[in-house]
């Protein structure tokens, strides 16, 4: 078995639905966010927290940094990266792709695949459609994801339809070497193909009518949030849900900001990912329901009120604003890891009301109210 989308209600005024996801290593409630763990954990946060303080229901790896460090034979001879990191929920691993391509003059993209060199030692190496599923079967994630080209924004059409006809032709690959190839470590994985296009309607309809020609547990839609505006995301986002089946796992990649997250569930997405909660926050950004706080300012120094009383996370109500704004002067690891902490725990929280006001019925009343205060400056 692979993972299960179980649909459990739809809201009356939007498409946004809750639901959960089923795999061997747990149960997962849609809407989720998933946190970014780029090399096997999320930076700055033990995994102790994620799972006890944060419950934390899945978290992201990615496959690029992975290979390279520290290398699949050490992945492998761990019995696997839930084994590796001590883990043990469910995980999704990222194809690889986005990594590569935005390494536009380190590597070639060709039909084999795409030859890259290591951003770390400069090393050459060559990912397929073959070989990116070989190595998330050595990681083990529970959903993996088929190799795909993300292209930029802007980009000429005539480039990004080649583009999605080479996605195409990589994703049949990816399905046969998955279906040639059992896992490792018994357990079941899910192979998501990933719907690219642009911002081109009749592309993405295109990707999205190929995909949906072969079976599989999910579909992942990338190549938004890359620079094109939000009215566009939104727009291509709505388009895609109105055609997915109504019983698979939606998942938009790389979004976003807590604004971005709440009108992409009104449009019918389930899963998402981002750097943004601690990459931001290890720049002392802090995303609240009243909207977006720089520790670093000056007027948080004399301060000494909870970092944030709405919030149930112990770091929210444990430490002041002028103790992390000096921590973040300072130059004190610690501030970061709050902040951390903190947005990716505010995350959790949105999502976790989100589902309940799906389930009352009026989630879009309540995502119209909170989107103007989540966007702004305090």
Request: glycine content about 8%; some cysteine.
């Amino acid at each position: 078995m692979g993972i299960e989308y179980r649909l459990k209600a739809t809201d009356k005024a939007s498409r946004a639905r809750l639901g959960e996801i089923r795999c061997e290593h747990g149960i997962i409630p849609t809407p989720v966010f998933m946190p970014v763990g780029t090399t096997g954990a999320v930076k700055g946060i033990h995994l102790r927290d994620m799972e006890i303080s944060l419950d934390a229901k899945i978290i992201l790896a990615n496959t690029y940094h992975l290979y390279l460090r520290p290398g699949t034979g050490v992945i492998a001879s761990a019995g696997g990266l839930h084994r590796f990191s001590n883990w043990k929920r469910p995980m999704l691993t990222d194809s690889g792709g986005y990594q590569v391509f935005s390494l536009a003059h380190r590597r070639k993209i060709t039909e084999e695949g795409v030859r890259f060199q290591s951003h770390i030692d400069g090393s050459r190496h060559l990912f397929t459609p073959e070989s990116t599923i070989d190595i998330q079967r050595i990681i083990g994630a529970d959903i993996i994801m088929a190799l795909d080209e993300c292209p930029p924004y802007p980009a000429e059409k005539s480039y990004v339809s080649r583009s999605l006809d080479l996605t195409l032709r990589w994703l049949d690959r990816c399905r046969n070497h998955f279906n040639n190839s059992p896992p490792l470590y018994g357990h079941s994985q899910s192979l998501f193909p990933i719907i690219q296009g642009g911002v081109f309607p009749d592309l993405r309809i295109r990707s999205a009518e190929a995909v949906m020609n072969c079976p599989a547990d999910g579909y992942a839609i990338g190549g938004l949030s890359v620079g094109e505006p939000a009215a566009m995301m939104y727009e291509i986002t709505g388009l895609l849900c109105s055609i997915l089946p109504q019983d698979k796992a939606r998942y938009l990649m790389g979004v976003g900001t807590p604004a971005n997250l709440l009108e992409c569930i009104s449009a019918g997405i389930d899963m998402f990912d981002c750097v943004m909660p601690t990459r931001n926050g290890r720049n002392g950004m802090i995303f609240t329901r009243k909207g977006i706080m720089n520790m670093k300012n000056e007027k948080w120094k004399s301060d000494h009120s909870p970092l944030d009383e709405d919030e149930n996370c112990f770091a929210d109500t444990a430490y002041s604003r002028s103790f992390i704004r000096h921590l973040f002067t300072s130059g004190e690891m610690l501030g970061p890891m709050i902040a951390s902490l903190h947005n990716i725990a505010f995350y959790f929280s949105l999502m976790a009301e989100a589902r309940e006001h799906i389930l009352n019925g009026d989630f879009k009343a309540w995502k119209d109210h909170m989107v103007p205060q989540l966007e702004q400056r305090i």
